[in-house]
């Protein structure tokens, strides 16, 4: 272990406050907090939000989130093990100057007979010369352009372009702000996860997706199904239980929100 789950601990035993104290504001579970704490990255998500939760809970507390990043990737390191190579018996030279003789040997035997098989050949497929010389064919007579009488209107439409198909349901979200979410796909299980300005994602899903808690709804911009809907709130208005089915795409074309009305 590098320590930075040591200077965590140590770091909220001195402020005094406890894992539920710190659930309730960065919206990181109890479970992840101690799995932090202790080093315990397999009970994570994954490297991804195991980097995000360490800098949410760095910062939060006070820490420097890059320290304790460059100390994550130091304990995450692994030694790879030296392999022992036997050395090679020594070639005796008289080995390697037979060898090398053999090769020229073949390389200009197998020479010789693709010069004998393409003198030999070009001399026999050669033409006689008996002076003939063919009667050029004719050529085609030119064909006029009709006149613009009889010319047929062209169209100058432009081509159809179809829209763009999507099959089930696809979310595209821009962060515009740091945002934390909790998504469950078709009735899957519940993912957290920590987002910030400038990162996209895009979720797919048969059915549906819930949106089981959006920490800052004013930091993203969301689109269903290529059609961007009006914002889902501000930061100081969390959402909650956002379901997006069927029902909902096509209801899209009529009204952008797909927030309930009061």
């Known amino acids: ?7 965590l601990k140590k770091a909220r035993e001195e402020k005094g406050w ?9 919206k990181i579970r109890v479970r992840y907090l101690q799995a932090l704490e202790q080093e315990e990255y397999g009970a994570l998500p994954g490297e991804t939000y195991t980097k995000g939760f360490l800098r949410s809970y760095a910062k939060y507390l006070g820490l420097d989130p890059e320290e304790i990043i460059s100390l994550y990737n130091s304990s995450r390191k692994i030694e790879v093990e030296e392999k022992v190579q036997t050395p090679p018996e020594p070639v005796h030279k008289t080995t390697v100057w037979f060898k090398l ?12 007979i693709i010069f004998g098989i393409s003198y030999f050949g070009n001399k ?18 030119e064909v006029e352009e009709p006149s613009g009488e009889n010319e047929q209107p062209s ?7 179809p829209a763009e198909e999507y099959s089930g ?3 595209e979200i821009n962060f515009t702000g740091r945002c ?12 957290d996860s920590m987002n910030y300005e400038g990162e996209t994602k895009v979720l797919q899903a048969s059915r549906e997706i819930e949106f089981v808690s959006i920490g800052n709804p004013g930091g993203l911009n969301l689109k269903l199904n290529g059609v961007e809907i009006e914002p889902l709130g501000t930061s100081k208005q969390p ?3 956002l379901v997006i089915n069927r029902d909902t795409i096509d209801n899209l074309s009529k009204d952008r929100n797909i927030l309930p009305r009061d």
């Not at 272990?1 to 200077?7: L, R």
């Not at 406890?18 to 960065?26: A, F, H, K, T």
């Not at 169209?155 to 372009?161: A, C, E, K, V």
């Open 124 to 141: 026999n497929n050669k033409p006689p010369n008996t002076g003939y010389s063919p009667t050029p064919l004719p050529v085609a007579p």
């Open 101 to 112: 003789l053999a090769v020229i040997l073949v390389i200009l035997i197998a020479i010789g």
């Open 239 to 241: 959402v909650f239980n």
């Open 1 to 7: 272990m590098a320590g930075e789950g040591a200077m």
């Open 180 to 191: 934390w979410m909790r998504v469950k796909i078709d009735g899957g299980a519940a993912v």
């Open 18 to 26: 406890s894992y539920q104290d710190i659930e309730s504001v960065i």
């Open 169 to 171: 349901i696809v979310a």
């Open 155 to 161: 169209d100058s439409s432009q081509p159809f372009t």
